[in-house]
């Protein structure tokens, strides 16, 4: 079974409506990130969470939100999704114990945003 | 501020060696890897390389850092068709989180 998951793989949805991605892990991680990936721009950070009580803003977290509701989860949501949302969405999960920064991936998110 | 900077594409002929180069700016890097993306998957670490390192060989990989220049780059020697991904290098940014690259798309051609 896969460490990192996400749920749902693809989704499709319009303007406007409110949508939840989520990533759960078995890796016993503390930390956890959410990344979107467009074409041409690699991946950049929307939100992390260095354990339940800490949440912190990346570079683009306008527009979305997320929810640590465990060690092993890590939901993001999209308020009222504007179509320049669509975009690969992408969880990820750090050992801080561990001496490199490594992060362990999930497979990704395709939303399109209409 | 930091930041990561790649080559969006590289073609090369089954076989041959592709060496794939990124530039960043973060000197205070204690770490940079290297992930690779395969078509509909998440990303996976290929390698990483301790910054007082300047060469780390891992089978078919070599990682070359040259710290004064900022520039590290993975060589892939007898590149195959399994190879054809996009390759991502990052910089562990010193608060930590790392920072990508924009990735470059490797197509390995018969």
């Known amino acids: 079974d896969a460490d990192v998951t996400q749920t749902p793989r693809n989704r499709i949805t319009k303007t406007g409506k409110r949508i939840m991605l989520e990533c759960s892990q078995t890796?016993?991680?503390?930390?956890m990130y959410w990344y979107r990936q467009d074409p041409g721009l690699g991946l950049q950070l929307i939100y992390y969470?260095?354990?339940?009580?800490?949440?912190n803003k990346g570079e683009i977290s306008d527009g979305y939100s997320v929810s640590r509701q465990a060690q092993a989860k890590f939901s993001l949501s999209l308020e009222s999704a504007i179509p320049n949302q669509t975009a690969l969405y992408f969880c990820?999960?750090?050992?801080?114990?561990?001496?490199?920064?490594?992060?362990?991936f999930g497979p990704g998110t395709r939303l399109t945003v209409l | 501020g930091e930041d990561v900077e790649q080559s969006l594409f590289l073609s090369v002929r089954e076989g041959d060696s592709s060496v794939i180069n990124c530039t960043y700016t973060?000197?205070?890097?204690?770490?940079l890897y290297w992930y690779k993306q395969e078509p509909g998957a998440g990303l996976q670490l290929l390698t990483y390389?301790?910054?007082?390192?300047d060469m780390k060989q891992d089978q078919r990989l070599t990682v070359l850092l040259n710290k004064k220049d900022k520039h590290l780059s993975l060589r892939i020697a007898d590149t195959q068709t399994g190879d054809s991904a996009i390759y991502f290098c990052?910089?562990?940014?010193?608060?930590?989180?790392?920072?990508f690259g924009t990735g470059t798309r490797l197509q390995v051609f018969p």
């Open positions: 990820a999960t750090s050992d801080p114990g561990q001496n490199t920064d490594t992060q362990y």
């Open positions: 890796k016993g991680h503390d930390r």
């Open positions: 969470s260095f354990d339940v009580k800490d949440i």
């Open positions: 973060d000197s205070s890097s204690t770490y």
């Open positions: 390389i301790f910054s007082n390192m």
């Open positions: 990052a910089e562990s940014g010193g608060t930590d989180k790392l920072i």
